[in-house]
Antibody, heavy 124, light 110 residues
Framework: EVQLVESGGGLVQPGGSLRLSCVASGFTFSNYWMHWVRQAPGKGLVWVSR????????NYADSVKGRFTISRDNAKNTLYLQMNSLRAEDTAVYYC?????????????????WGQGTLVTVSS | QSVLTQPPSVSAAPGQKVTISCSGSSSNIGNNYVCWYQQLPGTAPKLLIY???KRPSGIPDRFSGSKSGASATLGITGVQTGDEADYYC???????????FGGGTKLTVL
């Protein structure tokens, strides 16, 4: 069974930093692209970032470019999101999300499994 | 303001059919595949449709997807109370170099 378990969320002051983690199990983590998607309270889904299977390629939404860094440790089956210079508008539930296996059309921008999410609150 | 445009809400009586539209442009829907996601209250989203019109295993055939030009549509037949949820379309935007979503559509089963 595919499982994605996020951790690291919490309350942080504006300008602060936080690192989210996502431990994956039930599949060969090193074969899949991974993403972070966020959802502000009562709002819609917003894609944040993605990373390819070996970590050599990353991509960010303009709203987080230069502040957030996505990375992965395939030996630990873990995805990370380092968030710096946090702003109130970064307050959201952050989901760790997996892309389907390569071979599916549009696999690198589709999402087949989602974690339960971790809440990040940026407030003084 | 979302890149993809969805109606904020739709409603249907149990057993009826409902459609949810998703409108974009040539930089996104027009030249890329569309997915649809269902988010039940208080839960994480779930993949409903991928590659415009394919269903993952376990998704009932009451759910269907289609795409024409720069628009996509999610169809749900035989609507059930358990289908009450928010539905999102998503795809790649080649101009933004980003994954984009619609603003979401809340389905109410009357």
């Amino acid at each position: 069974e595919v499982q994605l378990v996020e951790s690291g969320g919490g309350l942080v002051q504006p300008g602060g930093s936080l690192r989210l983690s996502c431990v994956a199990s039930g599949f060969t983590f090193s074969n899949y692209w991974m993403h972070w998607v966020r959802q502000a309270p009562g709002k819609g889904l917003v894609w944040v970032s993605r990373i390819n299977s070996d970590g050599g390629y990353t991509n960010y939404a303009d709203s987080v470019k230069g502040r957030f860094t996505i990375s992965r440790d395939n030996a630990k089956n873990t995805l990370y999101l380092q968030m710096n210079s946090l702003r109130a508008e970064d307050t959201a539930v952050y989901y760790c999300v997996r892309s389907p296996a390569p071979g599916y059309s549009g696999y690198d921008y589709s999402f087949d499994y989602w974690g339960q999410g971790t809440l990040v609150t940026v407030s003084s | 303001q979302s890149v993809l445009t969805q109606p904020p809400s739709v409603s249907a009586a149990p057993g009826q059919k409902v459609t949810i539209s998703c409108s974009g442009s040539s930089s996104n829907i027009g030249n890329n595949y569309v997915c649809w996601y269902q988010q039940l209250p208080g839960t994480a989203p779930k993949l409903l449709i991928y590659e415009n019109n394919k269903r993952p295993s376990g998704i009932p055939d009451r759910f269907s997807g289609s795409k024409s030009g720069a628009s996509a549509t999610l169809g749900i037949t035989g609507v059930q109370t358990g289908d009450e949820a928010d539905y999102y379309c998503g795809t790649w935007d080649s101009s933004l170099s980003a994954v984009v979503f619609g603003g979401g559509t809340k389905l109410t089963v009357l």
